[in-house]
């Protein structure tokens, strides 16, 4: 009978692509995927640590297997991803009914290091960071899933070390993937079902600048958007110091690349962002945001901010306020901060009161929310082009899909529309998504 494994995924897009690694991985082992841990041989966690919530949440999962291991002692618990990377062996003290910790760099050991498990019922722990040339040649072959959106990895870790992040000490140095091995994977996607791909990396920006002779990211970008039977193009994440003009070029001029970009900006005031070492001004992120409203008119933005970083004022986050005014975000990722172990900031002066923390992220929230009403209700009975990804979980005889502004839209129709870009007329507008009904073809 095949072994059964159980899989729950947390944190960011590089996470999710960790995540299909380990299920192949597994396959290959003989194990099956199941939906839920009492049906499982082995669970696993792939986790983050990028805030104190994110790394707890960790241990409340582990605390809901426990009673699991107690009826089934033989039943293997894994942990990988950046708190298995972060705590390392001390994970297993911590958690004593835990059978392996794999780090970022160790997921293809994963197969062998399950088996010494299985066999010797020994705990493990591998969470050595690899060099660049052994990391290169361990990108996986990417398997084919029945999903017309994937993500595709430029490049993995970061060198930016922004001072409140845990991101560069738990994934590692910056290596960019070669430009042939990411046209072929699209190519090989596109061949097999996907219709969108979004390129993928903490600073994507960045992309080849370390390699010499390497294609910079916007050329990167031109040759992805020349595959044929590709049909949207995104990416993820951009960091604004190395935000090209080059770059800023691609939008409104490759067809393929959607009007949208997430560019965080983390706080308006130049003071935190100097301690935030950012390596940009309020003044330079709104210059760049002009020039792609000015290259591409329709352009939709999106961001992530930090509240309450060590020694913040009211003028600092009055200043945060009237950025998120003048750019005009379409949606927010808004965050309190969380120190973080090993990271600069967690050494600077915090005197700032939580509640008071609290009241700025709620007056942030407040606004964020206001700009983004005034902007989504604009779609009202606009028909846009939704790329339609699947049934959506709204109920019965519903896709969904996206806009080119990545907005999700539920809709009637049949599954045969999965993988088209169809006509979707916006009857109603939603906090988050948009509800449509079904077009004539313009
Ligand atoms: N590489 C991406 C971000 C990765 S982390 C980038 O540079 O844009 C995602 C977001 O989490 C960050 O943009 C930041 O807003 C938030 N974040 C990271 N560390 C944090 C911390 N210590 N406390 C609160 N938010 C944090
Ligand atoms: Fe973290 Fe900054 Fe790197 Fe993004 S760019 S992952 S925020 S260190
Ligand atoms: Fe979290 Fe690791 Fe991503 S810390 S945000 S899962 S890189």
């Known amino acids: 009978m095949k072994k059964a494994?159980?899989?729950?995924?947390?944190?960011?897009?590089?996470?999710?692509?960790?995540?299909?690694?380990?299920?192949?991985?597994?396959?290959?082992?003989?194990?099956?995927?199941?939906?839920?841990?009492?049906?499982?041989?082995?669970?696993?966690?792939?986790?983050?640590?990028?805030?104190?919530?994110?790394?707890?949440?960790?241990?409340?999962?582990?605390?809901?297997?426990?009673?699991?291991?107690?009826?089934?002692?033989?039943?293997?618990?894994?942990?990988?991803?950046?708190?298995?990377?972060?705590?390392g062996e001390r994970m297993l003290d911590k958690v004593p009914y835990l059978d392996l910790v794999f780090g970022t760099h160790n997921i293809h050991r994963l197969p062998e290091l399950v088996q010494q498990v299985e066999e010797r019922r020994r705990r493990g722990v591998e969470t050595d960071f690899l060099d660049r040339e052994t990391r290169l040649n361990l990108f996986p072959e990417r398997t084919q899933r029945d999903s017309v959106t994937r993500f595709v990895t430029v490049m993995q870790g970061c060198d930016n070390f922004c001072s409140y992040c845990i991101v560069p000490h738990v994934r590692g140095r910056e290596i960019s993937r070669p430009s042939a091995d990411i046209i072929a994977e699209v190519r090989h996607l596109v061949a097999h079902g996907a219709r969108e791909v979004t390129l993928l990396g903490q600073n994507v920006n960045s992309y080849g600048i370390r390699d010499h002779g390497e294609l910079s990211f916007a050329q990167l970008l031109e040759q992805v958007n020349a595959i044929d039977g590709l049909q949207r193009l995104r990416f993820a994440t951009s960091h604004p110091k190395d935000l090209t003009d080059e770059l800023i070029s691609c939008f409104g001029r490759l067809d393929k690349l959607c009007k949208h970009i997430h560019l965080p900006m983390q706080s308006g005031s130049d003071r935190i962002l100097r301690l935030m070492n950012r390596g940009y001004s309020a003044g330079d992120y709104l210059g760049k945001v002009e020039q792609l409203k000015k290259n591409c008119p329709e352009i939709l933005f999106t961001t992530d901010i930090i509240v309450g970083f060590p020694g913040e004022t009211e003028d600092d986050f009055q200043a945060t306020l009237d950025l998120v005014e003048q750019v005009g975000y379409a949606?927010?990722?808004?965050?309190?901060?969380?120190?973080?172990?090993?990271?600069?900031?967690?050494?600077?002066?915090?005197?700032?009161?939580?509640?008071?923390?609290?009241?700025?992220?709620?007056?942030?929230?407040?606004?964020?929310?206001?700009?983004?009403?005034?902007?989504?209700?604009?779609?009202?009975?606009?028909?846009?082009?939704?790329?339609?990804?699947g049934v959506s979980k709204q109920g019965q005889g519903q896709l969904f899909g996206r806009t080119d502004w990545n907005r999700i839209v539920n809709f009637n129709g049949t599954a045969e529309l999965i993988g088209s870009i169809v006509p979707v007329r916006i009857v109603k507008v939603f906090r988050n998504s948009h509800l449509g009904e079904l077009a004539a073809p313009q």
């Open 5 to 87: 494994f159980y899989l729950e995924t947390f944190g960011c897009q590089m996470n999710v692509v960790d995540s299909e690694q380990i299920v192949d991985l597994l396959h290959q082992i003989g194990y099956a995927q199941v939906p839920s841990a009492e049906l499982a041989d082995l669970v696993l966690l792939n986790t983050c640590s990028v805030r104190d919530k994110a790394e707890r949440k960790v241990y409340g999962h582990l605390g809901r297997f426990k009673p699991i291991k107690d009826l089934r002692p033989e039943l293997i618990i894994a942990v990988g991803g950046c708190v298995a990377q972060q705590e």
């Open 331 to 389: 949606d927010a990722y808004t965050f309190l901060y969380s120190p973080r172990i090993e990271t600069a900031a967690a050494r600077m002066p915090d005197d700032q009161p939580p509640h008071q923390k609290q009241q700025r992220f709620d007056r942030l929230l407040e606004l964020q929310r206001r700009i983004s009403a005034d902007i989504w209700k604009k779609d009202a009975e606009q028909v846009l082009p939704v790329l339609v990804e």
